[in-house]
T-cell receptor
């Protein structure tokens, strides 16, 4: 079982460049999430999707957009990268409701 | 606004000793999750606590939830080196949507 797969694992961007982080899950989960983790901090929710076709803002959505392409895939787009977006990004999925979330391996993004 | 605080943030202990990590949160919730993260790795779900008085145990780790006190504890019994990791608690203040708010994490180091 692959679980939650994120691509790429590492990325360096120049300020102002755009990119899309990809996430796919093979567990037939309804809910998918994007978090960022900054050094010495817990994770903060960027966006989430409760089901295919729906998305909602989390705690830190500014500078990001998302697309729930289908039930399996949830992408995160940075339209104009800024150094403040340097972080490790985690995608997660869960069966909707009170079940544990499964996390991908993370994407380490550096914006210079 | 939901806030989650863990203490201690750093904990160094000897093998064989017992200790407790505390997770306090600021608004009403009966859904709390504990995760483990090894350096440079993703998050692994440890426990899901869904009601007042819930207690879950696996191996040397035991988690409990007191929703009236807005407090969860993660107790480590007879610590072993393999338990060295960062432990996060996360609270769902959205009645099951799993828009989690994470604590800062407790970095646990267990010395032989």
């Amino acid at each position: 079982n692959a679980g939650v797969t994120q691509t790429p694992k590492f990325q360096v961007l120049k300020t102002g460049q755009s990119m899309t982080l990809q996430c796919a899950q093979d567990m037939n989960h309804n809910s998918m999430y994007w978090y960022r983790q900054d050094p010495g901090m817990g994770l903060r929710l960027i966006y989430y999707s409760a089901s295919e076709g729906t998305t909602d803002k989390g705690e830190v959505p500014n500078g990001y957009n998302v697309s729930r392409l289908n039930k399996r895939e949830f992408s995160l787009r940075l339209e104009s990268a800024a150094p403040s977006q340097t972080s490790v990004y985690f995608c997660a999925s869960s069966v909707q409701g009170d079940r544990k979330a499964f996390f991908g391996q993370g994407t380490r993004l550096t914006v210079v | 606004e939901l806030k989650v605080e863990q203490n201690p943030l750093f904990l160094s202990m000897q093998e064989g000793k017992n200790y407790t990590i505390y997770c306090n949160y600021s608004t009403t919730s009966d859904r709390l999750y504990w995760y483990r993260q090894d350096p440079g790795k993703s998050l692994e779900s440890l426990f899901v606590l869904l009601s007042n008085g819930a207690v879950k145990q696996e191996g040397r780790l035991m988690a409990s939830l007191d929703t009236k006190a807005r407090l969860s504890t993660l107790h480590i019994t007879a610590a072993v080196h393999d338990l060295s990791a960062t432990y996060f608690c996360a609270v769902d203040g959205t009645q099951g949507a799993q828009k989690l708010v994470f604590g800062q994490g407790t970095r646990l180091t267990i010395n032989p």
